[in-house]
């Protein structure tokens, strides 16, 4: 399978500004441009196909493969690919420099000639990172007992889409269901299928030169591919929607993170203080419906829609935090990282800490300990448990209830806390005027999420 690679066209760069990027430029560890590292990444994808390529073992039958090298024969591609990347990167490099000096050349010379809609990097062959599954049954990869996996990354990926089309291939052939988000900064993904069919999955994320993830990284609850409606996978600008550029503010400025059992005993020792303790702020950096149904006792839960409105609620509440310690948790992890370069940026707290792998790694640890109340997921289970508080109560008759439906109104997509007595009594949609609303004609204009619920709510938050 190929990937088109969204190369600049030659007219970026006039003559004297190419001969300045030359090889030089990369051995003195200088940046390149990122119209200019693009070309130098599809050099270096371009030289390691080409030494995989030259170890194959043409004695093979036709459509197997094997590799040959430092007296070792590699069945399959991942295999061979991770040799490749661990032990034979500096020969891989000479050949980049080489190539990339040859293209910028050309470059110079013929500008035409390198336009974006006539490069197609051939060598990009995603199949290679397909792991084989021949020894598993199409029923094992769709059939039998399942679980649901969250997971994210943050890395430098120089080319998403191409991580894009890998991800996708390989959750079809895998039978995934899920979403996957893949940006410049890395990947985000919660995904859905047979406990073999997830177990491979891990692998070839783990095997991935890329990303080198660990077991650890990943957090698993009971599911399967039925959890999710289908599959999306899509290049964006973050992996999770902040609203702020990574450029500006980087996860590499996160807070320090602290293991379950260190976070743990943090907050024990804040509520061992209770009132006495006001310099500590236990921070729910999620929205406010998962909030609702389960917390850290005595956090703070800020009354936001999404978390694009994070940092607007972060810039209106600066004097809350400032010479402020702070203990910051999610669902994953993935949310503190940017959040908690946000408020770091601020300079107003005293100290930023995060749950590291975040709720699901302390129920992992801790199932009955100071997360009461169900745990929001993002797929059709909407909550996972491992306790039995509910610390939220129905909409309408104000009964404890914590499972969440979707509101019956068409095109509201809200949802709503309605225990099965009010609903049974007609209360299915999120509020008393969203209500009416449903009971207009069918052919009645419907807009989204416009009712009570929202109209105190800023849509968009505000500049940051």
């Not at 293991?259 to 006001?278: G, I, R, S």
Request: charged letters at 25%; glycine letters at 6%.
């Amino acid at each position: 399978m190929e990937a088109a690679v969204d190369l600049p066209s030659g007219s970026e760069f006039s003559g004297w500004e190419l001969d300045s990027f030359t090889c030089d430029t990369l051995k003195q560890g200088k940046q390149l441009p990122a119209p200019l590292r693009r070309y130098y990444s599809f050099c270096r994808r371009k030289s390691f196909a080409a030494f995989v390529e030259s170890k194959r073992d043409g004695s093979q039958d036709e459509g197997s493969s094997s590799w040959c090298c430092c007296d070792q024969t590699f069945k399959e591609h991942t295999a061979f690919h991770k040799h490749v990347a661990r032990n034979h990167n500096s020969e891989i490099k000479q050949v980049t420099q080489a190539s990339y000096e040859r293209l910028l050349n050309q470059l110079q010379e013929e500008p035409e000639a390198l336009q974006p809609n006539q490069l197609k990097d051939e060598t990009v062959d995603i199949s290679v990172w397909i792991p084989d599954t021949s020894h598993f049954s199409e029923e094992q990869l769709q059939k039998g007992p399942g679980k649901v996996i969250l997971y994210y990354h943050y890395c430098k990926v120089e080319d998403p889409h191409v991580v894009c089309a890998w991800q996708k291939a390989l959750c079809e052939k895998l039978h995934l269901t899920g979403k996957v988000r893949v940006a410049t900064e890395g990947i985000n993904g919660t995904v859905g299928g047979t406990d073999v069919a997830t177990g491979i999955y891990i692998d070839a994320m783990r095997l991935h030169p890329l990303f080198r993830m660990d077991n650890e990284d990943f957090k698993t609850s009971e599911g399967g591919a039925e959890c999710f409606t289908d599959l999306r996978v899509g290049v964006f600008k973050e992996i999770v929607p902040m609203g702020v550029d990574p450029d500006v503010v980087s996860y590499h400025s996160a807070g320090v993170h602290l293991e379950p059992e260190e976070f743990h005993k943090e907050v024990e020792a804040l509520l061992t203080k209770k009132d006495l303790c006001d310099d500590t702020i236990l921070l729910d950096c999620r929205n406010f419906y998962e909030s609702k149904i389960g917390q850290f006792t005595q956090c703070l839960a800020p009354n936001i829609r999404k978390f694009s409105y994070f940092p607007d609620y972060i810039d209106q509440n600066l004097e809350l935090f400032r010479d402020k310690k702070v203990l910051m948790y999610c669902t994953g992890g993935i949310r503190c990282e940017r959040g908690s370069a946000y408020l770091r940026s601020k300079d107003v707290c005293k100290e930023v800490y995060q749950l590291k792998g975040g709720i699901h790694k302390y129920l992992e640890r801790f199932p009955n300990g100071f997360y009461r109340g169900k745990l929001f997921v993002f797929d059709e289970r909407y909550t996972i448990s491992s306790n039995t508080d509910i610390i939220s109560d129905c909409r309408y008759c104000g009964r404890p209830w914590d499972r969440y439906k979707l509101c019956s109104t068409q095109f509201c997509f809200q949802l709503v806390l309605s225990c099965p007595s009010c609903r049974q009594d007609g209360h299915t949609a999120c509020c008393p005027a969203c209500q009416t609303k449903g009971q207009a004609p069918p052919d009645a204009p419907h807009v989204k999420e416009e009712c009570e619920c929202t109209d105190g709510r800023p849509r968009i938050p505000q500049d940051v």
